[in-house]
């Protein structure tokens, strides 16, 4: 297994208050690499669930909070990682936001994991 040697990063998946809705929806494409640094924003004025899976509640944003998940934190060899081919769902905890929106930042290591 090759190690990179820089970070990369996916484009921005972003989803308008209008389309976080009561069910699960798609936040963009799957990831196309293995993740090593995840920035979850909730620009909304509501509280979100975000999911890896598209049925388990795994993360809980509040409105207008960020989060960064550095899942390999100084590992160059080893560390976890979320799973190439993984995309990240949204849908609103309780009450339905009225503005703003939510976005996720991906980034990898260039030249593999």
Avoid at 36 to 46: E, M, P
Wanted: proline share 2%; aromatic share 12%.
């Amino acid at each position: 297994m090759a190690y990179g040697t820089k970070v990369a990063f996916e484009p921005v998946r972003e989803v308008a208050f209008g389309s976080i809705g009561a069910a699960y929806a798609a936040v963009g494409t799957a990831t196309t690499d293995y993740t090593r640094l995840i920035g979850c924003s909730n620009n909304t004025d509501a509280e979100i669930y975000v999911s890896f899976d598209g049925i388990t509640n795994h993360l809980r944003l509040a409105a207008s909070s960020f989060q960064l998940y550095d899942l390999t934190a100084n590992a160059i060899h080893v560390g976890n990682f979320i799973s190439q081919g993984t995309t990240i769902y949204v849908k609103r905890v309780s009450g339905a936001p009225t503005t703003g929106d939510a976005w996720f930042t991906v980034m990898y290591s260039q030249g593999g994991v």
